[in-house]
Structures are given as C-alpha cells and as structure tokens.
C-alpha cells in the first residue's frame, strides 16, 4: 500500500520560510518522479514543482520561481519543498504526488500517487 504523508505545514508571516516534508513508503521511491501542488481555498488543485527519479532535473511554476527549492533524498525516501519569501497567496493546503513518468510536471492527470495534503498559512 502507498503511502505519502506530508508534513511541515503551519502558521508563518509573509517573508517566513518553511520546509516541508513527504515521506514515502509502499513503493519503490527511487522510480517515482516526486511533486507538489497546493490548493488554495475554493480554487482548483495546481502544480507547484517537482523532480526526477535521481533528484537531476527540477520544474518549478512561474509563481513559485526563485522561492521555492524541491529536493529528494532516495535513501530516505523522502521529498522536500523549501519555501522562502512567502506570500499570503501561497496559503494552501500543499499536496506531495508520486508519478513514475514524470508526467506530472504542470499536469495534475499525470499523479499516480497522492497524499493527504498539509496546510500552509501566511499571514500579512
């Protein structure tokens, strides 16, 4: 059974940062191309950034850019977003996905895998 739990979320000031975390289990995480979305109050579920199997290659929404860092760590099974410079409109509930061919990039049809979400507040 695959499971993906994210962790990290919480409260935090605009211009704060957080990091958070999924951990992986049920499935060979190494195969797995990794991602985040986030949803925003009554708006659709969208991609935030994701990785390849080996960590080489990194994909990033336009709005997330230059503040946000995704990495993996293959021997702990592990997904990470480092988010800087937040701003009130990253408030989300932040999704970890597991695709195994990286269609997932920009395309929420391309997860095979979900987690339940943690959620992100900045405050103004």
């Known amino acids: 059974q695959v499971q993906l739990v994210e962790s990290g979320g919480g409260l935090v000031q605009a211009g704060g940062s957080l990091r958070l975390s999924c951990a992986a289990s049920g499935l060979t995480f190494s195969t797995y191309a990794m991602g985040w979305f986030r949803q925003a109050p009554g708006k659709e579920r969208v991609f935030v950034a994701a990785i390849s199997w080996a960590g080489g290659s990194t994909y990033y929404a336009d709005s997330v850019k230059g503040r946000f860092t995704i990495s993996r760590d293959n021997a702990k099974n592990t997904v990470y977003l480092q988010m800087n410079s937040l701003k009130p409109e990253d408030t989300a509930v932040y999704y970890c996905?597991?695709?195994?061919?990286?269609?997932?990039?920009?395309?929420?049809?391309?997860?095979?895998?979900w987690g339940k979400g943690t959620l992100v507040t900045v405050s103004s």
């Open positions: 996905a597991a695709d195994r061919r990286l269609t997932l990039v920009g395309n929420i049809s391309g997860v095979d895998y």
